[in-house]
T-cell receptor
Framework: KNEVEQSPQNLTAQEGEFITINCSYS?????LHWLQQHPGGGIVSLFM???GKKKHGRLIATINIQEKHSSLHITASHPRDSAVYIC????????????FGTGTRLAVRP | DAGVIQSPRHEVTEMGQEVTLRCKPI?????LFWYRQTMMRGLELLIY????????DSGMPEDRFSAKMPNASFSTLKIQPSEPRDSAVYFC?????????????FGPGTRLTVT
């Protein structure tokens, strides 16, 4: 079993829909990252969380440390949000290494 | 800042050849990470440096892979000899470390094809 699990693996949405991507982990962490990888391949860091909630534009990330769970929400989704979203955790036992989930491939149709 | 710079962006080589990938981290960042991404295994950490010193190389697949960071503004990842299974996208990332975890900033990646 992977230490970082994401769901769903694939997601198709209509433009304007509210989207939720989930990340569960089974280890103690010091931080959790949400990354976005566009079809061109570049990786962008969206959020880094250690508690609570962060918001940037139409993106919201939440984390529940007790439940070992994080969610990434996209409000008013747009085709340009189509990308792979990757959850990664910094384990307390592993210093500054990131352990990655397998990603959620999102397609937003116009 | 120009962000993390990687070169080359694409590399095609024949099996058995030496391949050198290069990375320039963001100025002032003291952590540098090398990752590999494949369809089968996703993103994997190969090695990371702190203040130019390798801290964890447990992800380096085998002795054919080596990485160096001779100064704070330059790192190389070398594969010698290369094999077709090394075909992947190799990302370099940098961050500002310390007691509080900091975000990692990724370079555009080098797409390596070994034929």
């Amino acid at each position: 079993k992977n230490e970082v699990e994401q769901s769903p693996q694939n997601l198709t949405a209509q433009e304007g829909e509210f989207i939720t991507i989930n990340c569960s982990y089974s280890v103690g962490i010091s931080a959790l990252h949400w990354l976005q990888q566009h079809p061109g391949g570049g990786i962008v860091s969206l959020f880094m969380l250690s508690s609570g909630k962060k918001k940037h534009g139409r993106l919201i990330a939440t984390i529940n440390i007790q439940e070992k769970h994080s969610s990434l929400h996209i409000t008013a989704s747009h085709p340009r949000d189509s990308a792979v979203y990757i959850c990664a955790v910094k384990k307390k036992s592993s210093g500054d290494k990131l352990t990655f989930g397998t990603g959620t491939r999102l397609a937003v149709r116009p | 800042d120009a962000g993390v710079i990687q070169s080359p962006r694409h590399e095609v080589t024949e099996m058995g050849q030496e391949v050198t990938l290069r990375c320039k981290p963001i100025s002032g960042h003291d952590y540098l990470f090398w990752y590999r991404q494949t369809m089968m295994r996703g993103l994997e950490l190969l090695i990371y440096f702190n203040n130019n010193v390798p801290i964890d190389d447990s992800g380096m697949p085998e002795d054919r892979f080596s990485a160096k960071m001779p100064n704070a503004s330059f790192s190389t990842l070398k594969i010698q000899p290369s094999e077709p299974r090394d075909s992947a996208v190799y990302f370099c990332a940098s961050s500002l470390g310390g007691r509080t975890p900091y975000e990692q900033y990724f370079g555009p990646g080098t797409r390596l094809t070994v034929t």
